[in-house]
């Protein structure tokens, strides 16, 4: 109790509650944990890192952090807590860089797992017909770019930002531009090592223990702990061509867009963003484009219109440069976006996937980055993208953005309806993120309310015009509401749960389940 009373005078924002302190649970304390016999080890008193995440707008404290040094330190906790049955409240959340906006990382006076302590002494490369990489679930994606590159090789399918953990994105799904072609992040693995919610350590892969392995990928850290993945390679180009054009008009701008994703020799990254009568830093942030960024091209940000952004790359190795440079003539050629707004640049692969990165420096430098961020991430059916935009570009979102504002399409057929990502029933949708940043004390419109206010107000839309909209890194705190979001498939994922953390020990920073206590 001592111990969780010094945490409760750290700081004004915190989460325990007199009630929380009179439950006390002796079993709940540090004593039962410092009694395991592990390789790495428990922190107990440092643990307000782990309370905060990219979102800055969730607070919860754990009772103490783990820092494995092997998978067995991981096994062996959440046995312990397991055995310990529904007698203790103590719950597990695995975090790997911390980058989720609402907490989903965090947990309420349990046990935080610090995946990227957890380094593999074997982060091995294979380079035979199909080459892929063993790396730790707790591994950062820019470290296995760096390392597959010296073998001239690099995963398929990307994040736009690459300082994430490969447990945090195939939670999620890892959505980018390369997508159309090759599916998200969590249709190019081969492989997981999966610590289940009773600590039994698992392989599981499509054809060993694959209802496993199809639940723990999308599946928001519900089943089980992803300590290593087998990660799908390819020859990886030495540079790209960065191409980015300009449309004024919505319908020429998705038209494009389709276009270029249903056609097989198409471009290698294909997204888009929109441009709201906005030119300052926080709308630029991710378009580190030099030496010519087409946001600063005022000229075409006349009278306050919305403007939208298609972005491409082609890879190619300096000895295709020709052939390349005719490709790209002709993919250009078919498109219908606004002439004198052609901007390209060639820069090296890893500069390219990295790119958010140089803006993340950028921003950090004037103090920038460590400010709420609430965002809002929607799959949108192709169907309904229009109507959707005539709204929100036309009416709720006009002369203000806090934030870029991606919208890119994707295909249905890449995604496997086996694993627990959550999609729209379309062929075709759109992932639109509304990347908002919010200036701290502001009240104003790049306050925090006024965000979150206009994020209900797409919400509420969607719901009320049927829309068809899932939610992408959704955030739901009702029962209720991640039924509705799961639809059809929530009997699939309510079973899953019970056979993988039939406790609910697990994430529970993604408030679907409570331990049952
Ligand atoms: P965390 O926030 O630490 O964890 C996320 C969830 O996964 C938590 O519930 C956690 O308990 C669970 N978890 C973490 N590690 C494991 C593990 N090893 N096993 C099981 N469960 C685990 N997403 C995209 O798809 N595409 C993008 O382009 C993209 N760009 C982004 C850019 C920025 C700047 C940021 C901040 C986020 C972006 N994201 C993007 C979202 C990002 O993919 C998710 O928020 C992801 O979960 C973050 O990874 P993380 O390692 O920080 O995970």
């Not at 103590?90 to 980058?99: E, I, N, P, Q």
């Not at 309904?384 to 057929?413: C, M, Q, W």
Request: hydrophobic share 35%; proline share 5%; aromatic share 10%.
């Amino acid at each position: 109790l001592s111990c969780m009373t010094a945490r409760i005078n750290l700081g004004s924002k915190l989460p325990y509650t007199n009630s929380d302190i009179l439950d006390f649970n002796p079993l709940d304390g540090p004593s039962t944990l410092r009694t395991l016999n592990l390789h790495g080890h428990f922190s107990f008193d440092d643990v307000h890192h782990a309370a905060k995440d990219f979102g800055n707008q969730y607070q919860y404290y754990p009772l103490a952090i783990l820092r494995p040094k092997s998978v067995s330190d991981i096994s062996t906790t959440i046995k312990h807590i397991f055995q310990m049955g529904p007698a203790s409240k103590l719950t597990v959340a695995a975090r790997g860089h911390g980058h989720s906006t609402q907490g989903q990382a965090q947990v309420h006076g349990g046990v935080v797992i610090s995946m990227e302590s957890l380094q593999r002494p074997d982060i091995q490369i294979y380079t035979e017909k199909l080459p892929y990489i063993d790396v730790s679930g707790g591994e950062l994606w820019i470290n296995i770019l760096r390392k597959s590159l010296k073998y001239g090789l690099a995963p398929k399918s990307w994040t736009d930002y690459l300082h994430l953990t490969v447990g945090g994105t195939l939670s999620n799904a890892g959505v980018s531009g390369q997508a159309f072609r090759h599916g998200p992040q969590i249709s190019n693995v081969y492989e997981l090592e999966v610590v289940t919610g009773k600590g039994e350590v698992v392989n599981c892969s499509e054809k060993q223990n694959a209802d496993l392995f199809y639940s723990v990928l999308g599946g928001l850290g519900q089943f089980g702990i992803i300590t290593r993945a087998r990660i799908a390679l390819e020859p990886a180009p030495k540079m790209v061509k960065w191409i980015r054009v300009l449309y004024s008009d919505f319908l020429s701008f998705t038209n494009d867009q389709e276009h270029l994703i249903s056609y097989k020799k198409t471009f290698d990254y294909i997204e888009g963003f929109v441009i709201i009568n906005r030119t300052g830093l926080l709308n630029n942030w991710r378009s580190s484009f030099n030496p010519q960024d087409p946001v600063q091209a005022r000229r075409f940000n006349s009278e306050g219109k919305t403007l939208y952004c298609l972005e491409m790359t082609k890879s190619f190795n300096p000895d295709e440069a020709d052939r390349v440079d005719q490709e790209v003539e002709n993919l250009l050629s078919q498109l219908n976006y606004i002439r004198s707004t052609l901007f390209l640049s060639e820069v090296s692969y890893l500069d390219f996937l990295d790119r958010v990165h140089m803006s993340e420096i950028k921003l950090r430098s004037k103090g920038l980055w460590d400010v709420p961020h609430p965002w809002l991430n929607l799959l949108i059916p192709r169907t309904k993208i229009h109507e959707f935009a005539e709204e929100v570009f036309g009416n709720i979102l006009t002369d203000t953005s806090n934030g870029p504002v991606l919208i890119y399409p994707v295909n249905r057929s890449k995604w496997d309806n086996r694993t627990s990502a959550v999609i729209p029933e379309e062929e075709i949708f759109y992932l639109v993120a509304f990347l908002s940043s919010a200036m701290p004390t502001s009240t104003g419109t790049d306050g925090i309310g006024h965000i979150l206010d206009k994020n209900q107000e797409i919400l509420q839309f969607c719901k009320t015009n049927h829309i068809g909209m899932k939610q992408y890194l959704a955030h739901y705190t009702t029962r209720e509401d991640w039924q509705a979001h799961f639809g059809p498939r929530w009997e699939t994922f309510m079973k899953r749960k019970a056979t993988y953390d039939p406790l609910a020990i697990l994430a529970p920073g993604q408030r679907i389940f409570q331990k049952a206590i």
